[in-house]
T-cell receptor, first 112, second 112 residues
């Protein structure tokens, strides 16, 4: 069975640009969450979507947005990139909104 | 304000011995706890979870203990194997919320 897949795996962007990260959850999973992990820290919650509705949002600026599609895949969008947005972006899926979450391999974003 | 704390950034254990990883939390509303293992360049891998209605949960070599009065949980790995060498994160979630709060991680090194 395919796990959570994220694309792209690596990305380099310039300050001020926009980026879109994509995530396909495990088949049958209806909940997708996004996390940001910077070096030396644990993952920080950005968004959760369940059945295509936003259920939660972390302490991130409005430059960060996301959506979930009818097939439960998801996109994370970040506008006006800053150097501080450089991080590993992780997508996690779960069957319900409070069961164990399974993570993808992440997208390493570097902003230069 | 770090609601989930892993105060030991690293731990070294001999192969075959027990590894004990600790985690403390401050929010008494947390009622669901998880442990994840992370290898470099991979996303976190779910290991084991525990609900606040229990004080122990076992899965093979992994056992999680929860002490609600002390707001403390621990992960025991017995016996430890070199392949267990990774960064371990604990995470917590509260009723009515949709996010996991992660600790900063403990790097476990199992020596052959």
């Amino acid at each position: 069975d395919a796990g959570v897949t994220q694309s792209p795996t690596h990305l380099i962007k310039t300050r001020g640009q926009h980026v879109t990260l994509r995530c396909s959850p495990i088949s049958g999973h209806k909940s997708v969450s996004w996390y940001q992990q910077v070096l030396g820290q644990g993952p920080q919650f950005i968004f959760q979507y369940y059945e295509k509705e936003e259920r939660g949002r972390g302490n991130f600026p409005d430059r960060f947005s996301a959506r979930q599609f009818p097939n439960y895949s998801s996109e994370l969008n970040v506008n006006a990139l800053l150097l501080g947005d450089s991080a590993l972006y992780l997508c996690a899926s779960s069957f319900y909104d409070r069961t164990e979450a399974f993570f993808g391999q992440g997208t390493r974003l570097t902003v230069v | 304000d770090q609601q989930v704390k892993q105060n030991s950034p690293s731990l070294s254990v001999q192969e075959g011995r027990i590894s004990i990883l600790n985690c403390d939390y401050t929010n008494s509303m947390f009622d669901y706890f998880l442990w994840y293992k992370k290898y470099p360049a991979e996303g976190p891998t779910f290991l084991i979870s525990i609900s606040s209605i229990k004080d122990k949960n076992e899965d093979g070599r992994f056992t999680v203990f929860l002490n609600k009065s002390a707001k403390h949980l621990s992960l025991h790995i017995v016996p430890s194997q070199p392949g267990d060498s990774a960064v371990y994160f604990c995470a917590a979630s509260g009723a009515g919320t949709y996010k996991y709060i992660f600790g900063t991680g403990t790097r476990l090194k199992v020596l052959a």
